[in-house]
């Protein structure tokens, strides 16, 4: 099956720092990706949808400006989480989709914020 | 819009027993409907999803859901249940095969040996 990769699984960082997550699909052209948030013990939910060569899609009461969404290239697209803070700890999660139906999700990034 | 219930947090079942993790959902249009497994810290995994055709849908691992429309249900059933399969699940909804996904709150299966 389709694989997507994201790096880092794991990542600490101080409050106030930038962190990037990258979404690699390695084995097919995502001609869109979707970034999850997921706290624990609940649901995923939909942060944006990232369409290559194009602004990415907020969801309702998602800050673009704090959760910065690039989506270079056909197999590529990144998440930036601004200043972060401690609230901004969360497991993450990416998937892509082809130009069929099916998601394929990504292995997610844990981010915790001291 | 769209939605997506699982009314159970958690569904214990005993090895060996059949095995029912419940979902409804709500479209106004056209349902697409998937069920997903996560495993501690880590992403989802696909197990079966109903597009269209027969109501009985056959999955991963052995899983299989039932499409049932007057229902608005997609119920994931297994006939015997593994230690193994001790896992989140996930209900998920799409509105036609280009929205997004919307999903369920999650049911943990506890599977006792």
């Known amino acids: 099956g389709a694989v997507v990769s994201q790096h880092p699984s794991r990542v600490i960082c101080k409050s106030g720092t930038s962190v990037k997550i990258e979404c690699r699909s390695l084995?097919?052209?995502?001609?869109?990706m979707f970034w999850y948030r997921q706290f624990p013990k609940k649901s995923l939910m939909l942060m944006a949808t990232?369409?290559?060569?194009?602004?990415?899609?907020?969801e309702q009461g998602v800050e673009k400006d704090k959760f910065l969404i690039n989506h270079a290239s056909l197999t590529l697209s990144t998440l930036t989480v601004t200043s972060a803070h401690p609230e901004d700890s969360s497991f993450y999660i990416c998937?892509?989709?082809?130009?069929?139906?099916?998601?394929?999700f990504g292995p997610g990034t844990r981010l915790t914020v001291l | 819009a769209q939605s997506v219930a699982q009314p159970e947090d958690q569904v214990n079942v005993a090895e060996g027993n059949p095995l029912t993790v419940k979902c409804t959902y709500s479209?106004?249009?056209?349902?697409?409907l998937f069920w997903y497994v996560q495993y501690p810290n880590r992403g989802l995994q696909f197990l079966l999803k109903?597009?269209?055709?027969?109501?009985l849908v056959k999955g991963s691992y052995g899983f299989e859901a039932e499409f049932n429309k007057s229902q608005t249900s997609f119920h994931l059933k297994k006939p015997s249940a593994l230690v193994s399969d001790s896992a989140l699940y996930f209900c998920?909804?799409?509105?036609?095969?280009?929205?997004?996904?919307?999903f369920g709150k999650g049911t943990m299966l506890l599977v006792s040996p």
């Open positions: 998937s892509a989709r082809d130009s069929g139906i099916r998601e394929f």
């Open positions: 084995d097919f052209q995502a001609t869109t």
């Open positions: 990232s369409n290559e060569g194009s602004k990415a899609t907020y």
């Open positions: 479209v106004s249009g056209n349902p697409y």
């Open positions: 109903y597009i269209t055709g027969d109501n």
């Open positions: 998920a909804v799409r509105d036609g095969g280009y929205s997004t996904l919307t």
